[in-house]
């Protein structure tokens, strides 16, 4: 079940220095579309990111979506989503409590 994104926050350092994965869905407006939106985070906040899918094609939608994994501490994670969010991209989060740190 897909639920949109809500942040988890933790007052325990060792939940902060553990890797973590999360399995996240996102929209993306066609004016962003020719944006590295995924380089420029994998470079500010050091999360690793598999491209599990993803359907853009700016001669067609007004509006693509990319199925990411991302991979980092849970402070890398966050950041990353905050930075997601400050572009006002739509994220929805699926929670996987096998795989994710959550």
């Known amino acids: 079940m897909l639920t949109p994104h809500n942040r988890v926050k933790s007052t325990t350092y060792s939940r902060y220095s553990r890797h973590n994965r999360a399995r996240i869905w996102v929209g993306v407006s066609k004016d962003l579309q020719d944006q590295p939106v995924i380089s420029r985070m994998v470079a500010y906040y050091g999360v690793t990111v598999n491209i599990v899918a993803a359907q853009i094609d700016t001669n067609?939608?007004?509006?693509g979506w990319l199925e990411l994994e991302l991979t980092g501490t849970v402070t890398q994670v966050e950041s990353a989503l905050s930075y997601l969010d400050e572009l006002n991209l739509e994220v929805w989060h699926k929670a996987i409590p096998e795989e994710d740190g959550w």
């Open 60 to 63: 067609v939608s007004e509006y």
